[in-house]
């Protein structure tokens, strides 16, 4: 309902402000959002409260900002027309408004799964950037009363630039939700180096929305211009989702890692650079029997001059590598390999490290990030994608495939010419992608942090994966159990319970992942005792 005297009828106590001259309005879920015919904006719930109180946007040079009342609240329009002085132009944080929220506020918290945080009222700031630590670029404010959500639309691939999303109180009962697109100076907020800057002949737009709700449990309807957005701008999954669990086969690790065995070899599994990898052949097929899904991790052994390389990005082409000494046991890696066992249905994987840096020869620097514009360099790096999608392999994971590696808008370029050189291969980018990235392949999201959430915690995962739910439905998400990292003793340590292993493993199931075990788990029904 959008009709003035409708509102005025309904509101009678706003009607003084409603009926002045050239005032456009909106009542939506409980909320009024109008723009008098200053310009100025106003948002008021049905008791009375009122969230933002005459509002008007600062005037930023270079920029021009718009206000327009919407369902359900209202858009902010940012453009920057830089055809008339095509001089390089440096995108300044956004003037955005104030929010009247109370004490009692609840911030989400998506650079996980997406949960609810108490604030407080004191100098708290919740800050991450889109696309690294956040899934999509918005934020959520919920109180008993009202729910407020603020999404940036704008086409990341084309302005290649990251936005700080920051939630913190500016005063008590007062709440800021602020969006830039450079950075901002704040000590400690998380930025990754690119700020926006229009350059040449063209012409930038922004839109940011904020949409409101007294139905505060229902909060992810405030985010509906965003989904509606993101769908029309980039579709769906592009890859059929599948549920079934994975189990990981780690050839090589840094533990391992002496100076009789510098490859890192498992010595359960005995020495690929001895036996030709029999021994994890045989794993292999055995865990088969139990398993329908399974990946090997450092499948070319780990790096040791340089070991920051680790996961190395030569995979499988050391296998049949001129460019350094090989063991002859591991030439015969392909050979194994063809030879798995791999069950009807079922699919066998390879772990590529460190996917979006390309380093000259294993265990060789510099390691330099992989371009999709130069062709010598991508030439190389689908000749090494094709020494690893032998016949059985139909899964690869992309270890640091990620923002913080390689910007985005290279990634995306570069995973489609994956996809069209390796078509009967499914790949999943390591860490979490962004709804962009994750739209065409599955992603990955560790289970627990080294370091512990603000709140103390380390678990990443506290209930389904709420905003790809909400864009992606249809998406595959895949969850690291690393249980080394949990702080439950009964995860990991002297005291570990397999039924307790068992039962995280079955919730983390259930929210809509995809486990990935290193250790063997039963997660076959069970009768009741």
């Avoid at 109180?53 to 005037?59: A, Q």
């Avoid at 999404?151 to 008590?172: G, N």
């Avoid at 603000?454 to 969850?479: F, S, T």
């Amino acid at each position: 309902m959008s009709v003035v005297h409708s509102l005025c009828t309904f509101y009678g106590m706003l009607s003084p402000m409603l009926l002045a001259l050239g005032t456009v309005a909106s009542l939506s879920d409980g909320v009024v959002s109008s723009l008098d015919s200053s310009g100025a904006l106003s948002v008021t719930l049905k008791t009375g409260e009122v969230i933002i109180d005459r509002w008007v946007p600062e005037v930023v040079a270079g920029l021009k900002t718009s206000v327009s009342i919407a369902d359900g609240g209202f858009d902010i329009e940012i453009t920057r027309d830089n055809t008339a002085d095509p001089q390089p132009y440096r995108v300044p944080p956004w003037s955005l408004p104030r929010l009247s929220l109370g004490a009692n506020v609840a911030a989400y918290d998506f650079s996980g799964s997406g949960w609810p945080e108490l604030m407080g009222t004191q100098s708290r700031r919740l800050q991450a950037t889109y696309p690294n630590e956040l899934y999509a670029p918005v934020a959520v404010l919920r109180t008993a009363s009202v729910a407020v959500g603020v999404a940036v639309m704008y086409p990341i691939l084309e302005y290649r630039h990251d936005v700080s999303i920051a939630i913190e109180p500016t005063r008590f009962g007062d709440w800021r939700i602020d969006a830039a697109p450079c950075q901002t100076g704040r000590t400690g907020d998380l930025w990754w180096g690119h700020d926006a800057q229009v350059v040449g002949p063209q012409t930038w737009t922004w839109r940011i929305s904020w949409r409101f709700t007294t139905e505060s449990n229902n909060w992810n309807s405030t985010l509906s211009p965003y989904v509606e957005w993101f769908r029309k701008k980039y579709g769906s999954v592009t890859y059929t989702r599948d549920s079934r669990p994975i189990r990981g086969l780690a050839l090589a690790s840094m533990a391992d890692q002496t100076t009789s065995n510098p490859g890192g070899w498992t010595r359960d599994f005995s020495a690929p650079d001895v036996d030709g990898y029999q021994g994890a052949a045989y794993q292999t097929a055995r865990l088969f029997q139990q398993w329908k899904r399974l990946i090997w991790w450092a499948p070319s052994g780990l790096a040791v001059k340089n070991p920051q390389l680790n996961y190395p990005y030569q995979f499988a082409s050391r296998w049949t590598s001129q460019c350094a000494e090989v063991p002859e046991a591991l030439r015969r890696g392909p050979a194994m390999i063809r030879a798995i066992p791999v069950p009807s249905g079922g699919a066998f994987g390879l772990w590529w490290g460190h996917a979006a840096e390309q380093t000259p020869c294993f265990d060789s620097v510099p390691s330099v990030r992989v371009d999709p514009t130069n062709s010598d360099m991508m030439a190389r790096h689908l000749a090494e994608l094709k020494c690893g999608s032998i016949q059985p392999v139909t899964l690869i994971g992309l270890d640091a495939f990620a923002h913080s590696h390689n910007p985005i808008w290279n990634l995306v370029p570069i995973l489609t010419q994956m996809q069209q050189a390796a078509p009967d291969v499914k790949f999943c980018t390591e860490g979490q992608g962004c709804d962009v990235l994750h739209r065409l392949a599955p992603t990955w999201v560790d289970a627990y942090r080294t370091a512990p959430f603000r709140d103390g915690e380390n678990e990443r995962i506290r209930g389904p994966h709420v905003l790809a739910d909400l864009i992606l439905p249809g998406h595959e998400m895949w969850a690291g159990m690393c249980f080394d990292r949990s702080a439950d003793p009964n995860l990991f340590g002297p005291s570990v319970s397999a039924s307790e292993i068992r039962r995280t493993v079955l919730s983390v199931m259930s929210f809509g992942y995809v486990p990935v075990l290193f250790t063997d788990v039963d997660l076959s029904p069970q009768s009741p005792q």
